[in-house]
């Protein structure tokens, strides 16, 4: 079982940056993909990036590509989104997920189905 929590999310102004973290605790996410997703009131959850486990491979959603950037810290069981040039359409509410059934390394995810263990959450809202 994998525990993830969300920290990081607030309130900022467009133009502005955050850096949202996430930690695993309960079993290692060094075999996991990684990905953040976020949630905007009546939407559905939406695809932001994913890392794969040594951090070699990433992808990005096209709205956030050069915005946004994902890492990962294995040895401190950590993964995180820093986010730039932060939009109002960025606000919603941003999921850390693991994905630990990924054989290669290299590979990335972008589906939610793929996703086993979800945190809980943390709101990220960009005033205009």
């Known amino acids: 079982q994998v525990q993830l929590v969300e920290s990081g999310g607030g309130l900022v102004q467009a133009g502005g940056s955050l850096r949202l973290s996430c930690a695993a605790s309960g079993s290692t996410i060094s075999r996991a993909v990684m990905g953040w997703f976020r949630q905007a009131p009546g939407l559905e959850r939406e695809f932001v990036a994913t890392i794969s486990w040594s951090g070699v491979n990433t992808y990005y959603a096209d709205n956030v590509k050069g915005r946004f950037t994902i890492s990962r810290d294995n040895a401190k069981n950590t993964a995180s989104l820093q986010m730039s040039s932060l939009k109002p359409e960025d606000t919603a509410v941003y999921y850390c997920?693991?994905?630990?059934?990924?054989?290669?390394?290299?590979?990335?995810?972008?589906?939610?189905?793929?996703?086993?263990?979800w945190g809980q959450g943390t709101q990220v809202t960009v005033s205009s």
């Open positions: 997920a693991a994905d630990t059934d990924r054989a290669s390394i290299f590979a990335t995810s972008r589906s939610l189905s793929d996703y086993d263990y």
